[in-house]
């Protein structure tokens, strides 16, 4: 027995029974087990029953560092392809540039100028975020399985997913905000720095 020599001397009708139980197989979830704590006291001679609530605690709060990495992921595919696509347009804006110095010459505001490339800004946003959304999607296809494995070890009753309606339309949100932020910028850029060069050309 272990630490046998802590209760030495000590009669045995002074120690409390203890009865250790275990499940043959799968696992129950935290409402079962609170059923079943409620059976075991409302049985005489039983003073107190530990069912190691901390399992499905344990479970959940790994869920929800799953969860967090799966945004973590999302947006740093998304923060990636936007950049990309911001340089893109960036290099679409400086090859029309003559075009652009014939709208300011002809009175074209920065608005009416601007207005096409934040809308391949924002488009290229949403392509953006589909594809982190497709990668994500290809993660909880090949890796649900096993973390939902992993959690009914741990004595959890509820579904992992990586790949859930709220994170896609945040990864939307988010990837139509930035595109269109992106192109934003990359315009004015070309309209505050290059207007006054390119209007030398004419």
Do not use: K
């Not at 949100?173 to 595109?179: F, K, P, R, W």
């Amino acid at each position: 027995m272990r630490h046998a020599q802590l209760v030495a001397g000590i009669e045995p009708e002074r120690l409390p029974a203890t009865v250790e139980l275990s499940l043959a197989g799968g696992h129950l979830g935290e409402a079962a087990l609170a059923q079943l704590r409620a059976a075991a006291l409302a049985l005489p001679d039983v003073a107190e029953v530990d069912l190691e609530a901390l399992a499905p605690a344990t479970a959940r709060a790994t869920a929800r560092l799953l969860r967090l990495g799966g945004l973590g992921l999302g947006l740093g595919l998304l923060g990636a392809a936007v950049l990309m696509a911001a340089n893109l347009i960036g290099l679409v804006v400086h090859s029309q540039r003559d075009e652009i110095a014939i709208l300011l010459l002809v009175g074209g505001t920065p608005g009416f100028i601007a207005a096409p490339y934040l809308l391949q800004g924002a488009m290229w946003g949403l392509l953006a975020a589909a594809g982190a959304s497709a990668v994500l999607a290809l993660l909880e296809r090949q890796c649900a399985p096993l973390l939902q494995q992993a959690a009914s070890a741990l004595g959890g009753d509820f579904e992992v997913h990586l790949f859930e309606p709220r994170l896609i339309l945040g990864l939307a949100a988010a990837g139509l905000l930035v595109g269109t932020v992106a192109s934003f910028v990359a315009v004015q850029r070309f309209l505050r720095h290059d207007r006054a060069a390119a209007e030398d050309v004419f």
